[in-house]
């Protein structure tokens, strides 16, 4: 029972005192209450007519409509998505820490594919080594330069096939998307050179994609994604679309590589022959006309 209710506490207002008479159950009116009273005085509420009102559902209601409209259009979760759980945000970094697992966007709606979310980009966060974490990459601290680092890293750690190499490039493409953000790319070539051939033609590339919202809150991840050359299926490098993998990505690079292989030693037999048929369309130089 407390001081308000107690029977001992109730006293009948004295005449003219102005104070009006205890409300059911012998609460006082809230305004009474002087600590409530001045806090609802310092809101400065104004007095709203029924035009007003209506003014502030409609406000209300097309704001929730275009909330809507605008999570509706992004239906892979590019600019908007859940934050991701299970991770260290002091000690580890986007991709090469944290975020490394993926999934494949097209199947979303697969109920056969089941999310697995381990919190990294590939490996579990306890097992991240303070030489390779960083701070992870944020909205609000967002560098260009530093999602390079981070994709470098995380491209280390595929099990690819021997004597593969791969260089991390930067992509000067850069797109605006109306009310979500800003889209930016960094490229990463696979190739396998050898001593005879140090430059080879046939590289397989792969795109990562930086969805750079300016919906969510700063303190938000950024979103990574990338797909391979050939390929529309989408990887995500956070959140509940990843898998916990890095063998995947040698079926597409070796695949990738051994196609352009093949059709580039169909054109260079097409031109030259093979060693046991060699082609001689090597056309000899016009001879000097004579008193020339």
């Not at 999602?147 to 850069?174: G, H, M, Q, Y």
Request: charged share 20%; net charge positive.
């Amino acid at each position: 029972m407390d001081y308000f209710s107690s029977p001992h506490n109730k006293k009948p207002p004295s005449p003219g005192s102005g104070v009006p008479a205890l409300g059911p159950g012998g609460a006082l009116p809230i305004a009474i209450i002087p600590s409530i009273s001045s806090l609802v005085n310092q809101c400065n509420k104004p007095a709203c007519d029924d035009a007003d009102m209506q003014c502030i559902i409609d406000l209300i209601e097309g704001t929730l409509c275009e909330a809507v409209a605008i999570i509706e259009s992004d239906p892979r979760g590019l600019f908007i998505y859940n934050f991701p759980k299970k991770q260290k945000m002091s000690s580890i970094s986007l991709i090469s820490s944290v975020f490394t697992d993926t999934i494949v966007a097209n199947g979303e709606d697969d109920p056969s594919i089941t999310n697995h979310y381990t919190g990294g980009l590939g490996i579990s966060a306890d097992s991240v080594s303070s030489g390779l974490a960083r701070k992870m990459l944020t909205i609000g601290d967002f560098e260009y330069s530093n999602a390079i680092a981070d994709i470098r890293d995380f491209v280390s750690r595929w099990e690819l096939s021997p004597d593969t190499k791969c260089v991390v490039i930067s992509n000067p493409i850069r797109h605006e998307v109306a009310k979500k953000g800003t889209i930016l790319f960094v490229d990463a070539h696979f190739s396998r050179p050898t001593p005879r051939c140090p430059n080879p033609l046939a590289v397989a590339k792969v795109r990562f994609i930086i969805s750079l919202s300016k919906i969510l809150l700063k303190h938000y991840p950024v979103m990574i994604t990338y797909r391979f050359e050939g390929y529309n299926t989408l990887y995500y490098g956070l959140g509940e679309r990843c898998l916990n993998s890095f063998t995947f990505q040698r079926f597409y690079i070796d695949t990738i590589l051994h196609t352009k292989l093949t059709f580039f030693a169909a054109i260079s037999e097409c031109r030259h022959g093979t060693i046991e048929k060699p082609k001689n369309n090597i056309k000899p130089k016009n001879s000097k006309k004579s008193g020339s």
